[in-house]
């Protein structure tokens, strides 16, 4: 059984860096591709960042693109999700998720991610 364990999530001011990283075991992290979703209170989970499984493939949704990066470590089975000028509205619960369907794509649609984190709390206060 895939596990996905999140960490690196804090309370931060606008304008700082987090990185996120996301520690898999149970499977070989190179036979998925890797997802970052987020929600925030009140909101649905939305898409944040995708890497397939070569690592060159990657999706960012709109409100984060230029300020985050995904990157993937398949020898150490770890995803990481560079976070710079952080703002605000970036509030939410991270999720780390994988997805061992279409691993050659990075993809934004959640339903296609079948492992998923507990998540870690990101904070950012102005």
């Known amino acids: 059984q895939v596990q996905l364990v999140e960490s690196g999530g804090g309370l931060v001011q606008a304008g700082d860096s987090l990185r996120l990283s996301c520690a898999v075991s149970?499977?070989?992290?190179?036979?998925?591709?890797m997802g970052w979703f987020r929600q925030a209170p009140g909101k649905e989970r939305e898409f944040v960042a995708a890497i397939n499984w070569t690592g060159v493939d990657t999706n960012y949704a709109d409100s984060v693109k230029g300020r985050f990066t995904i990157s993937r470590d398949n020898a150490k089975n770890t995803v990481s999700l560079q976070m710079n000028n952080l703002k605000p509205e970036d509030t939410a619960v991270y999720y780390c998720?994988?997805?061992?369907?279409?691993?050659?794509?990075?993809?934004?649609?959640?339903?296609?991610?079948?492992?998923w984190g507990q998540g870690t709390q990101v904070t950012v206060s102005s």
């Open positions: 149970g499977g070989t992290l190179r036979r998925y591709s």
């Open positions: 998720a994988a997805n061992s369907g279409t691993y050659y794509t990075a993809s934004s649609r959640r339903n296609t991610y079948n492992y």
